[in-house]
């Protein structure tokens, strides 16, 4: 398709022909009206090779598929981002995180080589040693550098439970010492924040194990069990420490029933015990079914009074962003996950040399804020993240500036390529394709 795309005179830039109310993002891409769709449906988990300990898949193998795919066989991979519907492609060109971000990093750190095909029509296969460049300038890149069509991710062994434990915290400064405390501790396979309001907070640690003390499991992922935001609410409002043994796959899901706390917006009595037994069976629904069937007016008024959001900063500037997301947007809960962020080449790096201790905030729902108004708004947030020398991301609505996106980014190496690889009549620009300022 892109040979011919070369043949008919290269007149259109190119992008993938999976429609935009599939993906996972609220964002409904224009662009996949004017671009030539290249159709890639690629979706097949290729190889488990378990002496490298790596899985080679396809771009639309998605988190669901794969982890069904490895438990049984006694794998996994080290970060599986939360909805069942994210798919490979979509988490290492845009990117994805979970609560074992702080030992691996984000989702693109655990893949150890992509295999694209570049604007001229050849197919390369990068990773740290060969096309290094390429390698490290993909994630983030959002499918502006060449169609992603294999990756090569780590695998760890999978362990049938993960043994949580819940401790409420209060005051902000003392949620933010707990949850750096926790974060910096390697013996943690999982750690994760659930902020409900300012002063209060549910800090979640957890461990693999294959041991369970049979009355503490919790099957969570069943679907009448109440939401797990909701569950670990309890721990709060009792004021008490809790332990249990949820099973793994549950657990790496565990937000997925209720899509975060986003479901609430849309299904007020959704955690309702009597909806939940007779109906719970047919929830979440498909983000992609709510996008197609969402019209113009709706999605304008989404637009206006719903933020979702995620943004990256420093451990160091934690107390200092809750309180600005506080303040601009008043939105509750708030999702923490920490990440180790590696000094790789790329769009995503830390300031200095050495690896730092990153947080991912997570703002879904609907701002309290009185004079919340979505542009102005995100702007001061965005102003204040590229302060502390965060990142927003690109799934999201971002109202930067090109000059302000590339003060956010780094972009010396993805623009290297671009010039190099003869990008720039093939796609357009990350900066293009994601920005409210260039879409309008």
């Not at 992603?148 to 993960?162: G, R, S």
């Not at 009448?224 to 004021?239: G, Q, R, S, T």
């Not at 934690?318 to 920490?338: G, M, R």
């Given at each position: 398709q892109v040979r011919e795309w070369k043949n008919e005179g290269s007149k259109r830039y190119m992008c993938t022909g999976r429609p935009g109310w599939l993906t996972v993002s609220l964002r409904v891409g224009k662009y996949k009206k004017i671009h030539k769709n290249i159709m890639i449906n690629l979706m097949d988990v290729l190889e488990v090779d378990s002496e490298r300990q790596i899985v080679r898949v396809e771009p639309l193998v998605t988190m669901g598929q794969l982890t069904a795919h490895l438990n049984p066989m006694g794998w996994t991979i080290p970060v599986v981002p939360e909805l069942d519907d994210l798919t490979v492609g979509g988490l290492i060109m845009g990117t994805g995180i979970e609560s074992s971000s702080h030992i691996y990093g984000l989702f693109?750190?655990?893949?150890?080589?992509?295999?694209?095909?570049?604007?001229?029509?050849?197919?390369?296969?990068?990773?740290?040693?060969?096309?290094?460049?390429?390698?490290?300038?993909?994630?983030?890149?959002?499918g502006t550098l060449g169609f992603l069509v294999a990756a090569e991710i780590k695998m760890i062994p999978a362990k049938k439970?993960?043994?949580?434990?819940?401790?409420?915290?209060?005051?902000?400064?003392?949620?933010?010492?707990?949850?750096?405390?926790?974060?910096?501790?390697?013996?943690?396979?999982?750690?994760?924040?659930?902020?409900?309001?300012?002063?209060?907070?549910?800090?979640?640690?957890?461990?693999?194990?294959?041991?369970?003390?049979?009355?503490?499991?919790?099957?969570?992922?069943?679907?009448?069990k109440p939401w797990f935001f909701k569950h670990v609410e309890k721990y709060l409002k009792a004021d008490r420490t809790g332990i249990e043994y949820i099973p793994s796959r549950h657990y790496y899901h565990r937000h997925t029933r209720s899509i975060f706390w986003e479901l609430q917006d849309i299904i007020p009595f959704g955690n309702n015990p009597v909806f939940r037994y007779l109906?719970?069976?047919?929830?979440?629904?498909?983000?992609?079914?709510?996008?197609?069937?969402?019209?113009?007016?709706?999605?304008?008024?989404?637009?206006?009074?719903?933020?979702?959001?995620?943004?990256?900063?420093?451990?160091?500037?934690?107390?200092?962003?809750?309180?600005?997301?506080?303040?601009?947007?008043?939105?509750?809960?708030?999702?923490?996950?920490?990440?180790?962020?590696?000094?790789?080449?790329?769009?995503?790096?830390?300031?200095?040399?050495?690896?730092?201790?990153?947080?991912?905030?997570?703002?879904?729902?609907?701002?309290?804020?009185?004079?919340?108004?979505?542009?102005a708004s995100m702007r001061q947030m965005e102003k204040f993240v590229r302060s502390v020398h965060g990142f927003q991301m690109l799934y999201a609505d971002c109202?930067?500036?090109?000059?302000?996106?590339?003060?956010?980014?780094?972009?010396?190496?993805?623009?290297?390529?671009?010039?190099?690889?003869?990008?720039?009549?093939?796609?357009?620009?990350?900066?293009?394709?994601?920005?409210?300022?260039?879409?309008?």
């Amino acid at each position: 398709q892109v040979r011919e795309w070369k043949n008919e005179g290269s007149k259109r830039y190119m992008c993938t022909g999976r429609p935009g109310w599939l993906t996972v993002s609220l964002r409904v891409g224009k662009y996949k009206k004017i671009h030539k769709n290249i159709m890639i449906n690629l979706m097949d988990v290729l190889e488990v090779d378990s002496e490298r300990q790596i899985v080679r898949v396809e771009p639309l193998v998605t988190m669901g598929q794969l982890t069904a795919h490895l438990n049984p066989m006694g794998w996994t991979i080290p970060v599986v981002p939360e909805l069942d519907d994210l798919t490979v492609g979509g988490l290492i060109m845009g990117t994805g995180i979970e609560s074992s971000s702080h030992i691996y990093g984000l989702f693109q750190h655990t893949c150890v080589a992509y295999e694209l095909v570049l604007a001229d029509g050849s197919l390369v296969r990068c990773s740290p040693t060969e096309n290094s460049d390429l390698f490290y300038a993909v994630p983030w890149s959002c499918g502006t550098l060449g169609f992603l069509v294999a990756a090569e991710i780590k695998m760890i062994p999978a362990k049938k439970y993960v043994k949580i434990h819940y401790q409420p915290v209060r005051g902000l400064q003392k949620i933010c010492e707990k949850f750096t405390e926790e974060s910096m501790k390697k013996e943690n396979s999982f750690v994760e924040g659930l902020v409900y309001s300012l002063e209060e907070a549910v800090i979640m640690t957890g461990v693999l194990t294959d041991e369970a003390e049979q009355s503490k499991i919790n099957r969570i992922g069943n679907y009448y069990k109440p939401w797990f935001f909701k569950h670990v609410e309890k721990y709060l409002k009792a004021d008490r420490t809790g332990i249990e043994y949820i099973p793994s796959r549950h657990y790496y899901h565990r937000h997925t029933r209720s899509i975060f706390w986003e479901l609430q917006d849309i299904i007020p009595f959704g955690n309702n015990p009597v909806f939940r037994y007779l109906f719970g069976w047919m929830v979440p629904p498909k983000i992609s079914l709510l996008k197609l069937t969402q019209g113009e007016a709706i999605r304008k008024l989404y637009e206006q009074h719903h933020v979702v959001q995620d943004m990256l900063v420093p451990m160091k500037s934690l107390e200092k962003s809750i309180q600005t997301f506080h303040a601009d947007l008043n939105v509750y809960p708030l999702w923490l996950c920490p990440f180790i962020l590696p000094n790789n080449p790329g769009m995503v790096h830390p300031k200095g040399d050495e690896a730092e201790l990153y947080v991912d905030i997570g703002a879904y729902g609907e701002p309290k804020r009185k004079q919340f108004e979505a542009r102005a708004s995100m702007r001061q947030m965005e102003k204040f993240v590229r302060s502390v020398h965060g990142f927003q991301m690109l799934y999201a609505d971002c109202y930067m500036t090109r000059e302000e996106f590339w003060d956010m980014f780094d972009g010396s190496l993805y623009h290297k390529l671009r010039e190099q690889m003869n990008c720039k009549d093939a796609f357009p620009e990350v900066y293009d394709k994601i920005c409210k300022a260039a879409r309008h």
